[in-house]
């Protein structure tokens, strides 16, 4: 079946502009996670939602960044006023949610190459 | 709250050898950790995981990863590297919660 997609594969952008990135769970996946990998960094958690339920934002690094989910299905996560620092790449991730939810492994999609000049 | 530990940016090893990432991490209560791959111009791939049971467990690509508790270690093994190994390696954990914390990554370079 289809994986995680996200929309634009490269995003190229000027200091100051917003932008905003797309992410497309597999379906039927009721977890959905954001993360942000910069260029010889790790992985860098951002934001996760489950279900209904109210998102974890306590990766999110400033103000600037937010984050929705509609319809429990696709993504956008938006950064205002970028900065050079928010150059990286935006992974997104997917998983099951069951009764035991920390035993699901994570699909991730292609992730989004942001270039802020 | 979690973390993990790659101690190692860089392995090498020459096709044919036995390979092993390392990983660390410290959590409270039980762990559950994950490897997962990420090759070049590609997403992470996930490899294996430990939930329970068998200390051993194995995965995808002829890989496998012991969870040592006393050591607080789950290290990436494989016993005879490929090449097409080569990739960047993560491990990752993840408590009585849904926070999966990732390490920085090793890279695994394989020469034939």
């Known amino acids: 079946g289809a994986g995680v997609s996200q929309s634009p594969s490269n995003k190229v952008t000027e200091k100051g502009k917003d932008v905003e990135l797309r992410c497309d769970p597999i379906s039927g996946h009721t977890a959905l996670y954001w993360y942000r990998q910069s260029l010889g960094q790790g992985l860098e958690f951002l934001i996760y939602?489950?279900?209904?339920?109210?998102?974890?934002k306590s990766g999110l690094p400033s103000d600037r960044f937010s984050a929705e989910r509609t319809g429990g299905s696709v993504s956008t996560l938006t950064i205002q006023r970028t900065q050079q620092e928010d150059s990286a790449v935006y992974l997104c991730?997917?998983?099951?949610?069951?009764?035991?939810?920390?035993?699901?492994?994570?699909?991730f999609g292609p992730g989004t190459r942001l270039t802020v000049t | 709250a979690q973390s993990v530990a790659q101690p190692e940016d860089q392995v090498n090893v020459a096709e044919g050898n036995p390979l092993t990432v390392k990983c660390t991490y410290s959590v409270s209560g039980n762990p559950y950790l994950f490897w997962y791959v990420q090759y070049p111009n590609r997403g992470l791939q996930f490899l294996l995981k430990y939930i329970t049971g068998d200390n051993l467990v194995k995965g995808s690509y002829g890989f496998e990863a012991e969870f040592n508790k006393s050591q607080t270690s789950f290290h990436l093994k494989k016993p005879s590297a490929l090449v097409s190994d080569s990739a960047l390696y993560f491990c990752?954990?993840?408590?009585?919660?849904?926070?999966?914390?990732f390490g920085a990554g090793t890279r695994l370079t394989v020469k034939p």
């Open positions: 991730a997917s998983s099951q949610r069951g009764g035991l939810a920390v035993y699901y492994e994570q699909y």
């Open positions: 939602f489950q279900g209904n339920s109210a998102p974890d």
């Open positions: 990752a954990v993840r408590a009585n919660n849904n926070d999966m914390r």
